[in-house]
């Protein structure tokens, strides 16, 4: 069985751009989570969809936003890109949403704003 | 709130040494508890988990047991090799908070030959 799968893997974009991250979970899995990991806060929670709504929101500001669609796929976007968003973007897979589910990462998208 | 404390790093460590990385925890309830790995360019592996009080989770030879009284879940390994070199998360699941993990700051352990 594939597992998730992330692109782009890497990105450039220049303050106030925008950006859009595309995340295929595992086949079957229908909850999709997705983190931020920087040297410097580490691992944060983004937000979380099971079955195209959002359960679950980190305390992140209103620039990060995602979605999901029918087929489980998930995509995150970033609008007005800050340096500071500069960071690896993990998005995770389970089969439901739940405390005793596995989450199976994927490689991540490493962005880069300049 | 939940939080995770792991100890500083870096870790080094001689091939077939005994490793210990400790990690605490903050949370109301009694959350579930995880290891992850992360190996160099890649994303996060699940390593072990364990969901209640004295549950023991091992798998590759990592073991950590779920100790409700001191809120620790350290990670131990007998020997380790060279392959086990990588970036070590703690992290827990609160009831109740669907699919989210909070993480502690990872520990970055280097093991030579």
């Known amino acids: 069985k594939a597992g998730v799968t992330q692109t782009p893997r890497y990105l450039i974009k220049t303050r106030g751009q925008q950006v859009t991250l595309s995340c295929s979970p595992i086949?079957?899995?229908?909850?999709v989570s997705w983190y931020q990991q920087t040297p410097g806060q580490g691992l944060q929670f983004l937000f979380e969809?099971?079955?195209?709504?959002?359960?679950n929101k980190g305390n992140f500001p209103g620039r990060f936003s995602g979605r999901q669609f029918s087929n489980s796929r998930s995509e995150m976007n970033v609008s007005t890109l800050e340096l500071g968003d500069s960071a690896l973007y993990l998005c995770a897979s389970s089969l439901v949403s739940g405390e005793a589910e596995t989450q199976y990462f994927g490689p991540g998208t490493r962005l880069l704003v300049l | 709130g939940n939080s995770v404390t792991q100890m500083e790093g870096p870790v080094t460590l001689s091939e077939e040494a005994f490793l210990t990385i400790n990690c605490t925890y903050t949370?109301?309830?009694?959350?579930?508890l995880f290891w992850y790995v992360q190996y160099p360019g890649e994303g996060l592996q699940l390593l072990l988990k364990a969901t209640k009080a004295d549950d023991k989770g091992s798998n590759k030879g990592f073991e950590a047991t779920y100790r409700k009284e001191t809120t620790s879940f350290h990670l131990e390994k007998g020997s380790v090799q060279v392959s086990d070199s990588a970036v070590y998360f703690c992290a827990l699941r609160r009831k109740g908070a669907n699919s989210k993990l909070t993480f502690g700051k990872g520990i970055t352990l280097s093991v030579r030959p």
């Open positions: 969809y099971f079955s195209e709504t959002q359960r």
């Open positions: 949370a109301t309830g009694y959350p579930s």
């Open positions: 086949s079957g899995h229908r909850s």
